[in-house]
């Protein structure tokens, strides 16, 4: 058994435990990140990178079988190849998996392979994945980040056998496209509900099909962490935090998914930053829900930050509410891709931008814009009169955003 002392120890190497080790190396904090899987997390390897790389094949298929008369060209019979479709996401997220090595050897941040648990408020014990004698290695550390992320739940009693009952990571897996399937979750891959009929009577559906998909959300991975022992509390798995990422325990830190304050990688990724700003001292801004930008990729896509209109006026806010289409986009109509709209929320009088929603195309990309904004306490009509060229999606930004006072160019 050996031991080693560093300044961070992180458990965890998603997109919150390897971007916390990167930043702890720019600020001079020697740094380890203990990994019992895979770089990258849930994120890279089976969530956010591989099913966008899935959902753009799909795209493409999409336009080549069905909407290609729209842009003058016709395909008589098209072939889809479902595995060449896998590969190219496997193909994508390695790249990238890669590229996180690189980094945190670039970086000078060691890596240890193994399960790591808490033994006091500085140590660590891990057992070494690539041991056969069960070997460990004790590692100490000033500060100590649990960045152990989630996992997907399943329905009590319903088994994920990976053939008929599916997770997400399952489906990634899948190399032949099921005749059927039945999703099962009320989240953004929700596609069916039907639990009351039209006199409010609960009612029951039996649904057939080749595979189910379990998307009921997800639990902290919380557990055999040794929190107990070392006074972390939890409210049903998930570590509790303040707002700069503390545990109970003052040199313990917990970011991403395992707080549940907001399962997302990019919360993951900015907590982390958060955490290892606040170990070094520096200044940092608390963490605030209502500044992360939220996206589903459906189509068209739906993107929005903090307070919706009837949100705002329930907090005792005088709003004013600007919107404006995509149908009146020139850019959005030569791309075929017109519906959807922007929707800004301000404050009467102080004319803070409180919230926003984009439905349409490539709303999460515009959507930044207007986050930005709010985070630099500029109002919609410093957006509006910041020229946007001509012909692009965001001029629909720059329209809702002179209309929250009236004064659109181009609205009917």
Partial sequence: MTETTYDLAILGAGPGGYVAAIRAAQLGLSAVVIEREHLGGVCLNWGCIPTKALLRNAEVARLVQGGGREFGFEVDEVRLDFGAAIDRSRKVSGRLVKGIELLLKKNDVEVI?????????????????DSDEGDTQTVTAEHIIIATGARARSIPGVEIDGERVLSAREALERREAPASAIVIGAGPMRVHVS????EGNKTTDTLEAEIALVAIGVRPNSENLGLEAVGIETDRGWIQVDDRMHTAVSNIYAIGDVNGRMPLAHVASDQGILAVETIAGRETAPFDVHRIPRGTYTTPQVASFGLTEAQAKEQGHDVHVGQFSFMANGKALGLGENRGFVKIVADDVTHEILGAVIVGPEATELLPELVLAANAELTPEEIARTVHAHPTLN???????????????HGT
């Fill in 113 to 129: 392979w193994g399960a790591g648990k808490l033994t006091d408020a500085h140590t660590i014990e891990v057992a070494l994945s």
């Fill in 395 to 409: 001029e629909v930004v720059m329209e809702a955003a002179h209309d929250v006072f009236g004064h659109t160019i």
């Fill in 195 to 198: 639990s009351e009929d039209k």
